[in-house]
């Protein structure tokens, strides 16, 4: 070991671990996510999520050291915390070319059961399909993909040279947007940021140096806000992952009430799916699943009818090996 540390440039980068941490709740159907503001001057990006170093010194375990920096940063205490993946893009950051420095993320997702601004110290709440608006399709195709998506994407796989660099480029892009016969799926946001982010179709291409600034830049008004240095891959991530693990995990009653209607409960999943679902399916799933039990309450909030109130029937967990709402997908197809 000795030997080897003796061969390593003094410009050798040094590695440090950062966790970042992605806190999803949902306020009147709009799935947010809680981001910080910078301080001005400190970057070109204006949000991050919250993170910060983890010290082995200070805290025992990597969650123990998230949940400090999320209850400093924002002032809330997590319960529902899983850990995502690990992040190490080179556009990090690197630090001082004498001594540099590469910071590597670990990401986690947590789940809040309701926005509470009153908690929050500088920071903001925002709805996640402003990150990523070609993911909502709760009211049809979202017109980013015909309008800007797509004629990019044909484009860049037209630039290639060679057929069978063309056949693999477009096969890549067919696959993640649902092109062609694959239909929509969900769970491949981060597929689809990472091929926007290659062919330079959202804002961190640029900053990162991934392609040169065009004289016209006004085609990233339209592709998300851009978050600190690798923050919305991280979230990408995140977003994937929740789709995943809801069809799986019921995870989902982490961000409902104590008692909620069947329709709360379908416009939840529909906000995190960015899909809508067929009402009687749905509620003929949720029942044969076991997932929820009604109670003696009808809520008078609906504007007609009072509407049964039901409770997440927490037996299931015990009952089956890995409960969850598995809806059906529509498989969208948004190309020929």
């Known amino acids: 070991m000795q030997n080897y540390q003796n061969k390593v440039s003094k410009s050798e980068p040094k590695v440090t671990i950062d966790l970042s941490a992605v806190l999803v709740s949902l306020s009147d159907g709009i799935p947010k996510v809680l981001l910080i503001e910078n301080e001005k001057g400190e970057n070109v990006i204006n949000h991050r999520l919250p993170f910060g170093p983890f010290n082995p010194n200070i805290n025992r375990t990597m969650e123990e050291s998230v949940r400090k920096w999320v209850l400093e940063q924002t002032g809330l205490r997590l319960a529902f915390v899983e850990q995502l993946y690990t992040f190490g893009d080179r556009f990090r950051g690197i630090i001082n070319n004498d001594d540099p420095v590469i910071p590597v993320s670990v990401g986690y997702l947590a789940l809040i059961s309701r926005v509470t601004p009153e908690n929050l110290l500088g920071s903001i709440w925002l709805d996640w399909y402003k990150l990523f608006p070609w993911e909502d399709w709760r009211n049809g195709q979202p017109k980013i993909l015909d309008l800007i998506i797509k004629p990019n994407l044909m484009a860049w796989i037209q630039k290639t040279k060679g057929h069978n660099s063309r056949l693999e480029r477009r096969y890549r892009v067919e696959v993640a947007f649902g092109f062609s016969d694959f239909g929509w799926d969900a769970e491949r946001v981060l597929e689809r940021y990472e091929l926007l982010y290659e062919t330079g179709l959202v804002a961190e291409s640029l900053i990162d140096g991934k392609i040169p600034f065009p004289e016209e830049d006004s085609i990233y008004d339209s592709t998300g806000l851009p978050l600190y240095q690798d923050h919305r891959r991280i979230l990408a991530t995140a977003l994937g992952r929740l789709r995943s693990k809801i069809r799986y995990r019921p995870v989902i009653f982490e961000l409902m009430p104590k008692v909620f209607t069947l329709f709360e409960l379908q416009k939840v999943v529909e906000a995190l799916s960015g899909e ?57 197809k948004i190309l020929n």
Do not use: C, D, W
Not at 277 to 285: A, D, G, I, S
Not at 296 to 322: C, D, H, N
């Open 276 to 332: 809508n679902l067929h009402k009687q399916n749905f509620r003929r799933l949720i029942e044969t699943e076991g997932l929820v039990e009604q109670t003696e309450m009808v809520s008078e909030k609906t504007g007609g009818r009072p509407a049964k109130l039901y409770r997440f029937r927490r037996e299931v967990i015990r009952e089956k090996p890995s409960p969850g709402v598995r809806f059906s997908r529509k498989g969208s």
